[in-house]
Structure formats: C-alpha cells, structure tokens
C-alpha cells in the first residue's frame, strides 16, 4: 500500500482498563471524522495472577476479556466499510504469566499484542519502569524488554523510552541503554513506537525527561529501526492528531528513521 494513503492508529483503549474514557463506538466515530482507514484497539491485558487478592488498578480483569472482544467484534462488523477495525491488547511481558496470556490470544482470535512493558516481572509490587531512577533500573528495563521482543509475540514495542519518564537528564546510562534497545529492535525487526501521547505528558516542570524523549530517538536515528506512530488514546479526543501524527512522521523521516503507515499484517 502507498505510505501516505493510509492513516492508522493500533494503540487505543477503552474503559475496561479504568483509566479511560469514552465508549469504543465514540472512538470509532470519532476516528471516522478524522478520517482513519485502520484503528487498532490495543486495552491493557488483564492477567491470571498467582496472588487471588491482588487487583490491578490499571487493566481489566480476566472475566472481561470476553466482553471486551465480543463487544469489538461486533462494532467490527457494524462499521464494516467504513474502518479496518482490529482487536488486540497491550501487554507487558512477565514470563510466569505469558502461558495463559496466549492461550487466551488464540482461543479468542485476538489479533495482535503490542509490547508496553510497564513493570518488572509483575505488577504485584515490581518496579514501575516509569519511575526508573538510574543505571540498575535502566538494565532491569532493557533486559525485560529484550527478553520480551525475543519472544515473537508482539508487534512493536510501546513508548520505548518511558524508562526514562523520571530521569533527569540524557546521561551516559540513558544513552547506553537507548542504543540496546535500538539495536535489539534492529535485529529483532520489531518496530519502536513513537508515542503521540509522550509529550503531553512530559513533566518538564520536575526537572524530568518524561516521553517521548527527542534524545532517545536521536539515538534510534543511528540504527535501521522501523517506527510506527501511537496516539495511546485515552480519550476519544487524543485521535483527532492527524496534523500532529503528519509533523512528527516528516520530522522522524528527516532523521533517516523508516516510518511505517500500517503494521504488517494489520493493513
């Protein structure tokens, strides 16, 4: 397909996760104004804890997931025509829980899973890696995340550079673990996303980094990596971005940096 005919966002969520707003028919329409051929809903994965009393605040539980692709597959079907509608998760990689996790993917036809890796292991009480705080954090990130794209089981990996969301400055260490990830993503063929959500949420004011990091994708500019822009929509407003998503894929495409309109297989 020609690069700049399709307009396509594979990184939308929906209330099930509890932070978001907005039904998935409003996201629907509203992607229809903006004129979106492909959106992708991608909604924080529930998971089948070891700990029975332990409820995430930030995902649905596992009694919806169900729900949440039933109720997709029919404004799928609805709005047949009009929009390439395709249903995925956002999930993080925690290896003791990765089994029930794909067995759920294929037993329900979810299409695909994109990689937000958020916490270390499990978010039981592990590290968030958005608060990560130095070289040792950094190290925990990159060899998570590494260990997640060796798996195959995701199509792009997430705000790449959240690890630094609370980091002070583009050190040496930053640096260093940027160019792992870059090069992994590399020889991996799994595409970095430039997160559209990133920059509104950069707490410049605190002195921190935040995402999505210029310095960061700097460093991707040194490597072959392929990109693909995510509104990580929350609300159904954070996809009318179309200028926005058009500034950054020039700017990006002036770095060298290869953009892609659509995921493969996702078209």
Not at 26 to 39: E, K, M, N, S
Not at 147 to 165: K, S
Not at 226 to 250: F, S, T, W, Y
Request: aromatic share 10%; proline share 5%; with cysteine.
């Amino acid at each position: 397909m020609a690069s700049t005919s399709i307009l396509a966002n594979y990184h939308t969520h929906t209330p099930l996760c509890n932070h978001a707003e907005g039904s998935p028919e409003t996201y629907i329409q509203t992607a229809l104004r903006c004129g979106y051929q492909v959106l992708g809903f991608a909604d924080h994965t529930p998971w089948r804890y070891k700990n029975p009393d332990f409820v995430s605040r930030i995902r649905m539980t596992p009694d919806l997931l169900e729900l949440y692709v039933s109720s997709l597959r029919q404004l799928g079907q609805k709005y047949a025509g009009q929009l390439h509608l395709h249903i995925g998760l956002e999930a993080e990689y925690f290896p003791d829980y990765m089994g029930w996790l794909l067995e759920e993917k294929e037993r329900l036809g979810i299409e695909y899973l994109i990689f937000g890796c958020h916490y270390d292991r499990t978010d039981e009480g592990g590290l968030y890696f958005g608060r990560s705080a130095g070289a040792g954090d950094f190290k925990r990130y990159t060899d998570l995340a590494i260990a997640g794209m060796e798996t195959g089981a995701y199509c792009c990996l997430a705000h790449p550079d959240l690890f630094l969301n609370n980091y002070p400055a583009f050190d040496a260490d930053a640096r260093a673990a940027s160019r792992a990830i870059c090069e992994a993503a590399t020889q991996l063929d799994i595409p970095l996303e430039y997160n559209m959500a990133g920059p509104t949420r950069r707490n410049l004011a605190a002195g921190r980094l935040g995402y999505t990091t210029p310095e960061f994708w700097q460093v991707a500019a040194e490597y072959p990596v392929k990109v693909i822009l995510g509104c990580d929509a929350h609300r159904p407003a954070e996809l009318n971005q179309v200028a926005g998503m058009a500034r950054c894929r020039e700017k990006l495409r002036q770095m060298g940096l290869t953009v892609l309109d659509t995921l493969p297989g996702l078209e």
